[in-house]
Each structure stands twice: as C-alpha cells, then as structure tokens.
C-alpha cells in the first residue's frame, strides 16, 4: 500500500518555509530588514534556536543575508536578472530605452487587466492608497517623491495581478528603472504641464482597477505609456535641435564681421 508514517515536521522547517513564500509572493523585498531575533522568534511562537536554524537554512539558499552589527535582510534575490555588462549596453544605446517602454507596455497592460478581475478589495485600497500619497507629492515643487510614488503604483498593479512571475521580473526591471538605466524619470517631469498630465493618466488607470473594468484599466495604461514614449521621443529632438543651436550660435559668434 503507497502510505508512510507521517513525521512530526522541525519548527525550523516550518518556520523556512513560511519565509520562503513570503519572499515568493512579494510581501519581503530584496533589502529589506526581518525584526530582531528575538522578536520574530516571539511572532513565529517558536525558539530562537529553531528559529536560528532556520535562518542558516535560508542563508545557505542564498534568500537571507546577515550584515554585521545590523540584522538579518532579505538577499538581492533580483540583483541577478541582468548581467552588468548587459546594464551599460542597456544605458548606452536609446533603442533599449524604446524597447523597455514597449515591454512595459504589453506586460502592465496584462497586469491592469488581470488586476481589474483578480485584486481583492484589500490590493485595490493599497492602489488607492498609493495613487493619494501621489496627489499629495504632485503639490511639491521637487519631483523627486512623486516620480518614487509613480513606481510603486505600477508596481502595486503587479502585485494585484497575482502573478508571482511578473512581480518578481517587473521588480527587477523597476530597480533599473530607479538606477536611471532607461531613462532618467526627472525628465518627465521637466514641465508642470507634462507632471499634470501623467497625474491624470494614473487616475484613469486607478478608476478602470476601481471600477473592476479589465479594458478600461489596459486601455488607461497603454495610453499613459504612448505618451511616455512621445514625451521622451519629443525631449530628445529638443535635445538634438538645441545642440545643434548651440553650433550655429558658437559658429556665429566666431565669424568675423
């Protein structure tokens, strides 16, 4: 007969387990500090040493990371989606910037869509949530909070589609997106215009999530994307325009009269 006694299970293998799938469905990121030994031994119900055991088993899978004098973290489980020599190519040449817009528009289309159906009311509220903290940086002068604030809406998209795949390669791609390695986010917000706009769009896209509408929700994205993609096709002719400019500018100012 195909039984086997059953055997007691090791806390500490629970206790690995339960971590694992907290960094597999996204809810620990890359980086980020676990609490102190004792009081994540006292949350789990368990011993530190079987909670100890459980942290060396991790570690040795490569998904926890201790540093010295300050805790324990979650591993950089995404710092090996690009190689470093494919990061430079990626940053040296524009048709990898236009390429990425692309990707990024199929994939959280799809992600829109499916979270317009799949979100529980919980994931549309951290959207919401997300989309309020922007209304809030959009009366800063400094973009900078905003242009964060623009990542982690996507990203709170991704995570609503419930697909652990996504989360985990957008996330890798979103890290080069923060580094400036496709583009630099500042320059889409040069212009007050340009920063009300792209406001507006994230509004339609949190209405079609809100509404459980999966086409308005795609539509709203792919429309947010193409005028990411004509506002940097438009900044880098005014680029190109304004150094050649400066040519004729430098080049008239040397001639003599």
Same mark, same amino acid.
């Given at each position: ?119 529980? @009311?919980?994931?549309? +509220?951290?959207?919401?949530?997300? &989309?309020?903290?922007? %209304?809030? $940086?959009? /009366?800063?002068?400094?973009? =900078? ?69 999966? @086409?308005?929700?795609? +539509?709203?994205?792919?429309?947010? &994307?193409?005028?990411? %993609?004509? $506002?940097? /096709?438009?900044?880098?002719? =005014? ?19």
């Amino acid at each position: 007969m195909p039984f086997r006694r059953i055997q007691p299970e090791k806390l500490s293998l629970a206790v690995s387990r339960q971590i694992e799938l907290l960094i597999l469905r996204g809810i620990l990121r890359p980086g980020e500090r676990l609490p102190s030994e004792r009081e994540l031994a006292e949350r789990l119900g368990v011993s530190r040493p079987s909670l100890r055991d459980a942290v060396a088993e991790l570690q040795g899978k490569g998904l926890l990371t201790t540093r010295a004098g300050a805790g324990i973290y979650v591993a950089d489980v995404l710092g090996g989606a690009f190689s470093s020599a494919l990061v430079k190519l990626f940053a040296s040449h524009d048709e990898a910037v236009f390429d990425y817009i692309s990707f990024r528009r199929d994939m959280e289309g799809l992600a829109a869509e499916r979270a317009a159906r799949l979100a529980s @009311d919980t994931d549309l +509220r951290v959207i919401q949530t997300v &989309l309020d903290k922007m %209304e809030a $940086a959009h /009366t800063k002068r400094n973009p =900078a909070d905003e242009a964060r604030l623009d990542a982690d809406f996507h990203l709170a998209i991704i995570e609503a589609s419930h697909n652990i795949i996504m989360l985990h390669m957008m996330r890798s791609m979103y890290q080069l997106l923060r580094e400036g390695v496709f583009y630099n986010r500042q320059i889409m917000f040069k212009q007050r215009t340009t920063r009300d706009m792209l406001l507006d769009q994230h509004r339609a896209i949190n209405e079609g999530l809100q509404a459980r509408d999966p @086409d308005a929700a795609r +539509r709203a994205v792919e429309a947010h &994307l193409n005028y990411v %993609e004509r $506002a940097l /096709t438009d900044q880098q002719t =005014a680029d190109r325009n304004e150094d050649i400019a400066r040519l004729r500018l430098d080049h008239e100012q040397t001639r003599r009269n």
